[in-house]
């Protein structure tokens, strides 16, 4: 892979970068941990910039990012309600569920947007209910936009700073994205418990 990464970047560089993220974000076949590390450590071998590097790569994570805001746009809430009416009985949802859920997103979605751009895999979901909850297209912009540049930011330096030893922070990422996970899952698990326990105490 390191060598597909190479002769792409080589090839098309900024383009390319962005290009991969944007990609990224819709269809995760690469961590954006190795592309922006990798990145960063092209700078210090190649005519790459890092301010370049940084640019392209918050621009091709904004791109994906407003691919699968426009998808949670063709999944709003009426649409859900006929597909509780349909299924909703096989997971206990009725459509009170739905409204709660949207009411929260609309209260507490763009802390959301923001804070989901430094989770593995969530930072690329977290688009879908952002436009399921018809949230400001500017506003998710703006977030998707600040929180993507901050964890582009940093592992682009990241990269440059460790030069060829790039892919040991890539191991680090590894870690940090099971520990991520396993927290995730745990969360899910436990607010599933809880929901299904209050659903039974109505």
Do not use: H
């Not at 699968?68 to 569920?97: A, F, M, P, S």
């Not at 936009?145 to 990241?158: A, K």
């Not at 940090?176 to 436990?190: P, S, T």
């Amino acid at each position: 892979m390191e060598n597909w990464l190479i002769d792409l970047i080589n090839t098309y560089g900024y383009i390319g970068i962005l290009l991969l993220i944007a990609l990224e974000n819709i269809f995760p076949p690469i961590p954006s941990e190795v592309i922006l590390t990798f990145g960063g450590f092209m700078t210090t071998t190649s005519n790459i910039s890092i301010f370049g590097v940084i640019m392209s790569a918050t621009a091709g994570s904004v791109l994906g990012a407003a691919l699968l805001y426009g998808l949670g746009l063709q999944l709003d809430v009426e649409r859900l309600e006929k597909i509780v009416d349909k299924w909703g009985y096989l997971l206990r949802l009725t459509k009170k569920d739905i409204y709660k859920a949207d009411l929260w997103f609309d209260r507490y979605g763009p802390w959301t947007v923001l804070f989901c751009r430094f989770i593995p895999l969530v930072r690329s979901l977290i688009s879908i209910p952002a436009g399921m909850s018809n949230m400001s297209f500017s506003l998710f912009l703006a977030l998707t936009t600040f929180g993507t540049l901050i964890w582009n930011v940093v592992l682009v330096f990241v990269g440059a700073s460790v030069g060829t030893s790039w892919n040991e922070i890539v191991v680090y990422m590894d870690m940090y994205e099971k520990i991520i996970y396993i927290l995730v899952a745990f969360i899910l698990g436990f607010s599933f418990i809880w929901f299904i326990k209050k659903k039974r105490a109505v």
